[in-house]
């Protein structure tokens, strides 16, 4: 992105960095959706340059890498994530009791 930003600065365009900005806002993954809507209300998109753009959109992708694998460490750990159905019925029997 920032490669293209430059090319078209180099031919003259002027560009500025809300605007581009705003566009690649636009079209972030169905993912990070909110997050983009959040940084819409919250921050000034005039005066952020892309790279503060794409540090905070970093984060986000690293929180959801890092609970991803978090995930996959419980399932490995337990095995299982539900109770079979004797399962459900031995605690159910217990609860009875």
Request: proline residues 1%; charged residues 40%; hydrophobic residues 40%.
């Amino acid at each position: 992105m920032n490669t293209l930003v430059s090319g078209l600065r180099e031919l003259g365009e002027e560009v500025k960095d809300g605007r581009v900005v705003r566009k690649v806002l636009r079209v972030v993954p169905k993912k990070w959706k909110q997050v983009a809507v959040s940084i819409e209300m919250l921050l000034d998109l005039e005066t952020m340059k892309m790279e503060e753009l794409i540090g905070r959109l970093r984060v986000v992708e690293d929180a959801d890498a890092e609970d991803a694998k978090e995930n996959e460490v419980g399932v490995e750990r337990t095995g299982q994530l539900y109770l079979t159905e004797a399962q459900w019925e031995a605690c159910r029997r217990e609860r009875n009791k």
